[in-house]
């Protein structure tokens, strides 16, 4: 093994334990019968505004349609998001947030800001923020495999 082969072991090694943990630890926080999945596209969906289509969604999060559409089911039996035809295409539906949905997420947020506040304020604001750059190329050249 090369030296870049440690380091690109240890790496993958450090990012999925640290997934698995942070998973774990951010599920308990959420509230009542919310996943982790739900609210994952309840902040996508706050943060980016506009309609997506399911396909558009699981693509995005790389989940199969099957998948995608079970997580929607559920938000939508909840209330928090509207699912509409596309009008233009009637074989496509769209996927809009709804006020339900975004006091959801603002519940879930100010669930989970203690627990990632404290984290950040543990490693350090400084360092966490030049990791970032780091993650976010990351998970680009992931994407573009």
């Given at each position: 093994?090369?030296?870049?082969?440690?380091?690109?072991?240890?790496?993958?090694?450090e990012?999925?334990?640290?997934?698995?943990?942070?998973?774990?630890?951010?599920?308990?926080?959420?509230?009542?019968?919310m996943?982790?999945?739900?609210?994952?596209?309840l902040?996508?969906?706050?943060?980016?505004?506009?309609e997506?289509?399911?396909?558009?969604?699981?693509?995005?999060?790389?989940?199969?349609?099957?998948?995608?559409?079970?997580?929607?089911?559920?938000?939508?039996w909840?209330g928090?998001?509207?699912v509409?035809p596309?009008?233009?295409?009637?074989?496509?539906?769209?996927v809009t947030?709804?006020?339900?949905?975004?006091t959801?997420?603002?519940?879930a947020?100010s669930?989970?800001?203690?627990?990632?506040?404290?984290l950040?304020?543990?490693?350090g604001?400084e360092?966490?923020?030049?990791?970032?750059?780091?993650?976010?190329?990351?998970?680009?050249?992931l994407?573009?495999?």
């Amino acid at each position: 093994m090369t030296d870049d082969d440690t380091l690109a072991t240890a790496l993958f090694a450090e990012l999925f334990t640290s997934d698995q943990l942070a998973r774990t630890r951010l599920s308990k926080a959420l509230p009542k019968g919310m996943e982790l999945s739900h609210f994952s596209v309840l902040n996508y969906l706050a943060q980016t505004g506009g309609e997506k289509s399911p396909a558009q969604l699981a693509k995005i999060f790389s989940l199969t349609r099957g998948a995608m559409t079970n997580t929607l089911n559920k938000l939508e039996w909840a209330g928090y998001v509207n699912v509409r035809p596309d009008w233009d295409d009637a074989r496509r539906k769209l996927v809009t947030i709804s006020p339900a949905g975004r006091t959801a997420r603002e519940v879930a947020l100010s669930d989970l800001s203690p627990l990632i506040s404290h984290l950040v304020s543990e490693i350090g604001p400084e360092r966490v923020r030049s990791t970032i750059p780091v993650l976010r190329e990351l998970r680009r050249k992931l994407a573009e495999i």
